[in-house]
Antibody, heavy 118, light 112 residues
Framework: EVQLVESGGGLVKPGGSLRLSCAAS????????MNWVRQAPGKGLEWVSS????????YYADSVKGRFTISRDNAKNSLYLQMNSLRAEDTAVYYC???????????WGQGTTVTVSS | DIVMTQTPLSSPVTLGQPASISCRSS???????????LSWLQQRPGQPPRLLIY???NRFSGVPDRFSGSGAGTDFTLKISRVEAEDVGVYYC?????????FGQGTKLEIK
């Protein structure tokens, strides 16, 4: 079964750091670009970051550039998001999503919740 | 950045009746490779998003044929031919033609 499972969310104080992980299974992880997408409480979807299959290309939303770092370990079938200098507005459910070759995000995890609050 | 604008933001529909959602992009979504990377996603309450349509009009695996996508350039439409109870949720268009990827604001589909 094709699956993505996020972990690492939690409650953190403003200015703090958190590292999210996404474990992939059921497909050849190293063949796909991967994305992080977040959803603030009661709000819509916001793309956060993308990484190509070999980590050659990395992109960030302006709202997280310089604070978040996306990475992957193809040997471990894992995607990561290092989040530093967290702000209240980073509070959201964070999803990892596979990007297929047809430009669609076709596999999504269940999400992990990040709450930034003092 | 490409701005994606959906209308309506809320759509009350009678079961068995059609529904239509519009998505307009602030610039053409035609990629240099000739493809248009416009997709539609459905998010049911309490669930992660699910891919319905990719490259404007291609239904993803397992998606019922009552869902269809159309459009070109900057104007796109998602249609549901006959709404069923399980279609309740929020629908998003998304462009993957140009980084930064962007989503529409979402359209909430509810039953009258």
């Amino acid at each position: 079964e094709v699956q993505l499972v996020e972990s690492g969310g939690g409650l953190v104080k403003p200015g703090g750091s958190l590292r999210l992980s996404c474990a992939a299974s059921g497909f050849t992880f190293s063949s796909y670009s991967m994305n992080w997408v977040r959803q603030a409480p009661g709000k819509g979807l916001e793309w956060v970051s993308s990484i190509s299959s070999s980590s050659s290309y990395i992109y960030y939303a302006d709202s997280v550039k310089g604070r978040f770092t996306i990475s992957r370990d193809n040997a471990k079938n894992s995607l990561y998001l290092q989040m530093n200098s967290l702000r209240a507005e980073d509070t959201a459910v964070y999803y990892c999503a596979r990007e297929n070759l047809l430009g669609g995000m076709d596999v999504w995890g269940q999400g992990t919740t990040v709450t930034v609050s003092s | 950045d490409i701005v994606m604008t959906q209308t309506p933001l809320s759509s009350p529909v009678t079961l068995g009746q059609p529904a239509s959602i519009s998505c307009r992009s602030s610039q053409s979504l035609v990629h240099s490779d000739g493809n248009t990377y416009l997709s539609w996603l459905q998010q049911r309450p309490g669930q992660p998003p699910r891919l319905l349509i990719y490259k404007i009009s291609n239904r993803f695996s397992g998606v019922p044929d009552r869902f269809s996508g159309s459009g070109a350039g900057t104007d796109f439409t998602l249609k549901i031919s006959r709404v069923e109870a399980e279609d309740v949720g929020v629908y998003y268009c998304m462009q993957a033609t140009q980084f930064l990827y962007t989503f529409g604001q979402g359209t909430k589909l509810e039953i009258k």
